[in-house]
């Protein structure tokens, strides 16, 4: 079992190089995404998330390594942000052209976030880490909403 401490996103290079269909993006998403108890990814989802431009529509059917990274970053931002707020980021990461460097990014931010809460919150009784993580997630909430605007 994987706990958050060991938790790692996919890295550009497993993700598959040919495009695939939405049965294995779903497949794929949700299987590593698993260990973080988040709701599953449907298909109604992602063509929301096609429908509100957060990456091109599927060509015959099949996504790419753009489209699935984006799947995989929408999934776990909006657990604390709006899909307006996810939308401005994903629009800078498109315009930047460095999908793949801030996919990296991203990963290891969250990778290392998730290590160093898991570290420094040992110790502390729950009530005390549920109120250190609340206020840590509010503040950071606030620095990505300004990063952004």
Known sequence: MTTLATFKLVS????????????????????????LSL???????VNSYVKQHFFSRPVGHQ????????????????????LATISR??????????????YGEFATAFEQALRTQ????????TTTQAIQFAAQTVAYHLLTQQALS
Do not use: C, H
């Not at 550009?12 to 995404?33: F, G, K, S, T």
């Not at 898991?118 to 009784?125: A, E, F, Q, R, Y």
């Open 118 to 125: 898991s570290v420094t919150s040992l110790g502390s009784d």
């Open 12 to 35: 550009w290079d497993e993700l598959p190089a040919v495009p695939i269909y939405m049965d294995q993006l779903l497949q794929l998403v949700n299987q590593r995404l698993a260990p």
């Open 63 to 82: 996504y790419n390594r753009n489209q699935l990274v984006a799947v995989l970053v929408v999934t776990i931002l909006k657990q604390d942000f709006s």
């Open 39 to 45: 709701p599953a990814v449907t298909k109604t989802m």
């Open 89 to 102: 980021a994903i629009l800078a990461i498109r315009e930047s052209r460095l999908i793949e460097q801030r």
